[in-house]
């Protein structure tokens, strides 16, 4: 069965720090990794990864994919209380989105 | 060139009623996926359509739930004899193709059962 695991479930930092938030998966036919921002609302589109090694990068906000570890991580820099949010890792396997359960990021002035 | 719109946006049903979830997707998209999300839970993928064809419903449980994309008109989801499980935030998406594109979220439909 295919699964898509994020780690930490929740995280709560201060105002300017940086953090990682992790993403490891198993899916047959990988086609790509998508990550996604969730305010209370629609996921909104981040970046999407299919080649392993290289970094997306958008802002403060950059991302990086391991294929032979089958993982990816999501890097926030100089966080915002504007980057509380849950971050959603999905993984695009046999023509269908499979998503993690989400990362519960919660930036305290 | 409008989102994914997704109506309503809030819908309460008593338990045993039906529910009826439309998706209209982005212009020249016709890629539908349906998603549901639990309280705190990850989405949950319920079935993939293209116009006039279901080509996934590896996630939709196999009884009161079924989907449809028609040739006109938005994709519906349909859940008969609502029960208070089913309460839940229901994302659509679409893509214009079938795979190697972002999929677009729509709003959710949050479905109550009382």
């Given at each position: 069965e295919?699964?898509?695991?994020q780690?930490?479930?929740?995280?709560?930092?201060?105002?300017?720090?940086?953090?990682?938030?992790?993403?490891?998966?198993?899916?047959?036919?990988?086609?790509?990794?998508?990550w996604?921002?969730?305010?209370?609302?629609?996921?909104?589109?981040?970046?999407?990864?299919?080649?392993?090694?290289?970094?997306?990068?958008?802002?403060?906000?950059?991302?990086?994919?391991?294929?032979?570890?089958?993982?990816?991580i999501?890097?926030?820099?100089?966080?915002?209380?504007?980057?509380?949010?849950?971050?959603?890792?999905?993984v695009?396997g046999?023509?269908?989105?499979?998503f993690?359960?989400g990362?519960r990021?919660?930036?305290?002035? | 060139?409008?989102?994914?719109?997704?109506n309503?946006?809030?819908l309460v049903?008593?338990?045993?009623q039906?529910?009826?979830?439309?998706c209209?997707p982005?212009?020249?998209h016709s890629?539908?996926?349906?998603?549901r999300?639990?309280?705190e839970e990850?989405?949950?993928?319920?079935?993939?359509?293209?116009k006039?064809?279901i080509i996934?419903e590896?996630?939709?449980p196999?009884?009161?739930?079924?989907?449809?994309?028609?040739?006109?008109?938005?994709?519906?989801l349909r859940?008969?004899q609502?029960?208070?499980?089913?309460?839940?935030?229901?994302?659509c998406a679409?893509s214009p193709?079938?795979s190697?594109?972002?999929?677009?979220?729509?709003?959710?439909?949050r479905l109550t059962?009382?």
């Amino acid at each position: 069965e295919d699964k898509v695991v994020q780690s930490p479930l929740s995280l709560v930092v201060h105002e300017g720090d940086t953090v990682t938030l992790n993403c490891s998966y198993e899916v047959t036919n990988f086609r790509s990794l998508l990550w996604y921002k969730q305010e209370k609302k629609a996921p909104t589109f981040l970046f999407m990864l299919t080649s392993s090694g290289i970094e997306k990068k958008s802002g403060r906000l950059s991302s990086i994919l391991d294929k032979k570890e089958l993982f990816s991580i999501l890097n926030i820099t100089a966080t915002q209380t504007g980057d509380s949010a849950i971050y959603l890792c999905a993984v695009e396997g046999a023509q269908k989105l499979v998503f993690g359960q989400g990362t519960r990021l919660t930036i305290n002035p | 060139n409008a989102g994914v719109m997704q109506n309503p946006r809030h819908l309460v049903r008593r338990r045993g009623q039906e529910a009826r979830l439309r998706c209209s997707p982005m212009k020249g998209h016709s890629h539908v996926y349906w998603y549901r999300q639990l309280p705190e839970e990850g989405l949950k993928f319920m079935v993939y359509l293209q116009k006039e064809n279901i080509i996934d419903e590896s996630g939709m449980p196999k009884e009161r739930f079924s989907a449809e994309f028609p040739k006109e008109g938005p994709s519906i989801l349909r859940i008969q004899q609502v029960v208070r499980g089913d309460s839940a935030a229901y994302f659509c998406a679409s893509s214009p193709l079938a795979s190697g594109t972002e999929a677009f979220f729509g709003q959710g439909t949050r479905l109550t059962v009382v």
